[in-house]
């Protein structure tokens, strides 16, 4: 792949990682991500075989990174303390209002049992491998997903109710019942 085809699919990337965070992966249409990457419909096939194509490398893409940024997190820390860091950050006021940065899963979870197949299994293997990420032991890895559970359900209240003082609570709760 030449250079101005690896750059334009960046940008075709970028802009869809934006709509399905704010979106969902189903909702966004080609033209419109398309549009926000600067590009006409006509040059989208040159690159992806059809949206959920693209949504699904996104959402991998996505879900990757949050990975990578937990990997940064302290080895040595117990599987408590890493999981109490994380949840920190995850179910902060600057997380939930971020427009452009975030984790993609309280957007996407209610399009997925509409969208193929593909998409859970992504889901399913970023869990698995999230709760390994989040647990000193084995043993511990229900509890890491019951953690990871009470984020993403936290985070998305919050984000459904805004800015303000009962999602500022909602955070704090969770953050709290984080273990």
Do not use: W
């Amino acid at each position: 792949m030449g250079v101005k085809k690896a750059q334009t699919r960046e940008r075709i990337l970028d802009a869809a990682a934006a709509a399905l965070l704010q979106r969902g992966p189903s909702k966004p249409s080609v033209g419109e991500v398309m549009g926000a990457a600067g590009l006409t419909v006509g040059g989208f096939y040159a690159h992806f075989d059809n949206k959920d194509a693209l949504m699904l490398e996104v959402f991998q893409q996505m879900l990757r990174q949050r990975r990578e940024r937990i990997a940064e997190v302290d080895p040595q820390l117990s599987g408590e303390e890493r999981r109490t860091l994380v949840a920190a950050f995850y179910l902060s006021r600057k997380h939930r209002d971020s427009r452009d940065e975030g984790c993609p899963i309280p957007s996407a979870t209610a399009d997925l049992a509409e969208l193929p197949d593909s998409f859970r299994q992504v889901l399913a293997e970023h869990l698995e491998l999230m709760s390994a990420q989040l647990a000193a032991r084995p043993e511990e890895a229900d509890v890491a997903l019951a953690d990871i559970a009470l984020m993403v359900g936290g985070l998305a209240l919050a984000r459904a109710l805004g800015p303000g003082a009962l999602s500022d609570r909602l955070l704090r709760a969770a953050k709290a019942a984080v273990r």
